[in-house]
């Protein structure tokens, strides 16, 4: 799908990579809709992209509460219509926790916002997309971290993104002969701050070991809108995984290459898998 001169809708769109793919898709003259839970960061998102009358709206709407991203979703369609493109970007870092050590409670944050979340945009924007008849897209973000253990230290987070994976897999598959196409992007480390926010979001969480500081190398981490520019690539060429960061690629092969080697060695009766 051509992306310039699309509606889009991106959650977590007033943080780094969300604020990144607006930037772009303006930029490109589409019209974006930021839902964010933090109506402080959409007012500074506003401010800093809104260029003369560009057709940019902030929505205070949290991906947890289904409510909320159906008024959500109302208040896009009364205005625009559904949209064409719908960016699933917001996300919550646990660091520091083993997971071991992770309370009920953790498991429930992370996956509320990292899963569920994304779930609940669908559930909430695919209906119009399909009804329209009309090319659309989806893209969720997962991370590297869905496809790798990258580090001991994001064990859970690793967690909820290879189940962002596996949604979004399943997803396509049940997209396959409609209009809505799908995109899993999965960046490594971005210059935002992701740190910054989902450590002020898990203070109550009460686990020993959280590690809450921003990692040295941020900064000259990929800029969001880097991120946000590879991944409209990816969307109008139509791929499914789209990959930002190269580094860990060998990595990721080997994985690949030790799940091949734990296939039996002899044949299976037929069976359907
Ligand atoms: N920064 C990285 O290194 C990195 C790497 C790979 C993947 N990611 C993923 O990218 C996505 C965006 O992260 P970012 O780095 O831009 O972080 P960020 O903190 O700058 O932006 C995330 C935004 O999501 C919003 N948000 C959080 N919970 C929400 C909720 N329940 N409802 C609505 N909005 C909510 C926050 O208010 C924030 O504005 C996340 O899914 C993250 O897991 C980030």
Same mark, same amino acid.
């Given at each position: 799908?051509?992306?310039?001169?699309?509606?889009?809708?991106?959650?977590?769109?007033?943080?780094?990579?969300?604020?990144?793919?607006?930037?772009?898709?303006?930029?490109?003259?589409?019209? %974006?809709?930021?839902?964010?839970?933090?109506?402080?960061?959409?007012?500074?998102?506003?401010?800093?992209?809104?260029?003369?009358?560009?057709?940019?709206?902030?929505?205070? !709407?949290? %991906?947890?509460?289904? =409510?909320?991203?159906?008024?959500?979703?109302?208040?896009?369609?009364?205005?625009?219509?559904?949209?064409?493109?719908? %960016?699933?970007?917001?996300?919550?870092?646990?660091?520091?926790?083993?997971? &071991?050590?992770?309370?009920?409670?953790?498991?429930?944050?992370?996956?509320?916002?990292?899963?569920?979340?994304?779930?609940?945009?669908?559930?909430?924007? @695919?209906?119009?997309? @399909?009804?329209?008849?009309?090319?659309?897209?989806?893209?969720?973000? !997962?991370?590297?971290?869905?496809?790798? %253990?990258?580090?001991?230290?994001?064990?859970?987070?690793?967690?909820?993104?290879?189940?962002?994976?596996?949604?979004?897999? =399943? $997803?396509? =598959?049940?997209?396959?002969?409609?209009?809505?196409?799908?995109?899993? @992007?999965?960046?490594?480390?971005?210059?935002?701050?992701?740190?910054?926010?989902?450590?002020?979001?898990?203070?109550? $969480?009460?686990?020993?070991?959280?590690?809450?500081?921003?990692?040295?190398?941020?900064?000259?981490?990929?800029?969001?809108?880097?991120?946000?520019?590879?991944?409209?690539?990816?969307?109008?060429?139509?791929?499914?995984?789209?990959?930002?960061?190269?580094?860990?690629?060998?990595?990721?092969?080997?994985?690949?290459?030790? &799940?091949?080697?734990?296939?039996?060695?002899?044949? @299976?009766?037929?069976?359907?898998?």
């Amino acid at each position: 799908m051509i992306v310039d001169g699309k509606t889009s809708v991106v959650t977590g769109g007033a943080g780094g990579i969300g604020k990144g793919f607006a930037e772009k898709l303006l930029a490109r003259g589409g019209r %974006v809709a930021l839902l964010d839970r933090d109506p402080q960061r959409i007012d500074a998102a506003v401010e800093a992209l809104q260029t003369g009358d560009d057709p940019l709206v902030g929505i205070v !709407a949290d %991906v947890t509460d289904e =409510a909320s991203m159906r008024s959500a979703r109302l208040a896009v369609e009364s205005r625009w219509g559904s949209p064409d493109l719908l %960016v699933n970007a917001a996300g919550l870092l646990i660091r520091g926790v083993p997971v &071991v050590d992770f309370t009920p409670e953790a498991w429930r944050a992370l996956f509320d916002v990292n899963l569920v979340g994304i779930a609940n945009s669908v559930r909430a924007f @695919l209906p119009g997309m @399909l009804a329209r008849g009309l090319p659309g897209h989806i893209v969720n973000v !997962a991370s590297l971290s869905g496809f790798l %253990v990258v580090n001991r230290r994001i064990g859970g987070y690793s967690a909820a993104k290879f189940a962002v994976v596996g949604y979004s897999e =399943a $997803l396509a =598959a049940e997209l396959e002969g409609t209009q809505v196409g799908l995109s899993i @992007l999965a960046p490594g480390l971005v210059s935002t701050d992701f740190y910054v926010t989902s450590a002020e979001r898990t203070n109550g $969480l009460n686990l020993p070991g959280r590690l809450v500081e921003t990692p040295d190398d941020i900064r000259s981490a990929m800029k969001p809108a880097e991120v946000a520019e590879i991944a409209l690539s990816g969307v109008e060429r139509g791929q499914i995984y789209i990959m930002t960061h190269r580094g860990l690629g060998e990595t990721l092969a080997d994985r690949h290459t030790a &799940v091949m080697r734990g296939l039996p060695e002899y044949n @299976l009766p037929e069976r359907s898998f």
